[in-house]
């Protein structure tokens, strides 16, 4: 399966994923606009903090996301809860030997029931429908998330940007 000709779906017990679409920035926007959860998101190495105000700011991002993915570098996928069919944040994936893990979730959700199901996902189908060597997650700014890491297999990358906090699942 080629994932930049034709974009998965997946689906945990709570969320459907789905490659991110024009018309999620007014749900989006709830999340890049909380500042409290774009202090827990990875933007290393990205054009922005994503902190946005602005539906235009937003659905910029979007179409910036959408290129990205034309041109085969990554996928953005729109979180989508279940049982309102909105979403509330975003997941990036991209495959090769460092498959990093961006998990973008609006605070109410930001929990380890639902952070667990997205990191269950990425190891049970990520890994191999992108064809990821080692999985990558940051954690330097979301602490909590790294006890039930460790207990999914994760550890501290000792050379995958250790300056930055990361941690990595090798299998």
Known sequence: ????????TYETESFILRQVREEDAPALLKVYSDKNAVSRMNADFCTSDFYYETLREMENCI???????ALGYYVRFSIVLKKTNDPIGTVEIFGGGDGVLRMDIRSD??????TKQLVSLAIDRFIDDFSIASLKIKTQNTPDRIPFLEEMGFEPSLVYRPQLGYHEYNF
């Open 1 to 8: 399966m080629n994932v930049y000709q034709s974009c998965p």
């Open 63 to 69: 179409s910036f996301w959408l290129g990205e993915y």
């Open 109 to 114: 959700y930001d929990k380890e029931k639902y």
